[in-house]
């Protein structure tokens, strides 16, 4: 059973960066996407970004002059960092796993993508 | 960048039937994924594909699609299926792969 452990710390100050680290656990790191998302209180889920065992990226374009996610493939890791914070980024931080499968039909093949394992959330204040 | 758009609340009866839908051009490519969150928990993930279920999700959850339309239907509602429902799907617009999510239907089973 893959599980996802994440860490990181929650209290910052506006300008400060956002590190957080997800490890993945009881399961193969490479052949999916490893993602990010975070959900501010009261709010929706919004997609931050994602990179492969290989280290490609794709990001948010929102966000993606603040945001950086690398792996280390060593320890199955990869990590969030979200730079010059303000209270907008108050959230409660998720790491997730993205896979696809081919479906192979007999006239058309399709693709299916989901995310199917998800860590417990780190909430992450910003304030003064 | 795309944008999925739901219903923000639905209402259903104890044991009926819910539709819960989803919107946007990215469903006329790619199919949407479920999920389900409960107050103060991870998502979990409840539909995927044309209309596949998880191991340990309920056979009362089912999914459909029509052009840039997703539907996510419980049929005969439990008490436990109050919650709130995101769709999600990937996106390859403005040349780059990305995912969006819906901004969520809260569900009230009655």
């Not at chain 1, 452990?5 to 956002?18: C, F, H, M």
């Not at chain 2, 479920?34 to 056979?59: E, F, H, M, T």
């Not at chain 2, 919650?83 to 999510?101: E, I």
């Amino acid at each position: 059973q893959v599980q996802l452990q994440q860490w990181g710390a929650g209290l910052l100050k506006p300008s400060e960066t956002l590190s957080l680290t997800c490890a993945v656990y009881g399961g193969s790191f490479s052949g999916y996407y490893w993602s990010w998302i975070r959900q501010p209180p009261g709010k929706g889920l919004e997609w931050i970004g994602e990179i492969n065992h290989s280290g490609s990226t794709n990001y948010n374009p929102s966000l993606k002059s603040r945001v950086t996610i690398s792996v280390d493939t060593s320890k199955n890791q990869f990590s969030l960092k979200l730079s010059s914070v303000t209270a907008a980024d108050t959230a409660v931080y998720y790491c997730a796993r993205g896979r696809s499968i081919t479906i192979f039909g007999v006239v058309i093949t399709s693709y299916y993508y989901y995310m199917d394992v998800w860590g417990k959330g780190t909430t992450v204040t910003v304030s003064s | 960048s795309s944008e999925l758009t739901q219903d923000p609340a639905v209402s259903v009866a104890l044991g009926q039937t819910v539709r819960i839908t989803c919107q946007g051009d990215s469903l006329r490519s790619y199919y949407a994924s479920w999920y389900q969150q409960k107050p103060g928990q991870a998502p979990v993930l409840v539909i995927y594909g044309k209309n596949n279920r998880p191991s340990g999700i309920p056979d009362r959850f089912s999914g459909s699609s029509s052009g840039n339309t997703a539907s996510l239907t419980i049929t005969g509602a439990q008490a436990e299926d109050e919650a709130d429902y995101y769709c999600n799907s990937r996106d390859s617009s403005g040349n780059h792969l990305h995912w969006v999510f819906g901004g969520g239907t809260k569900l009230t089973v009655l």
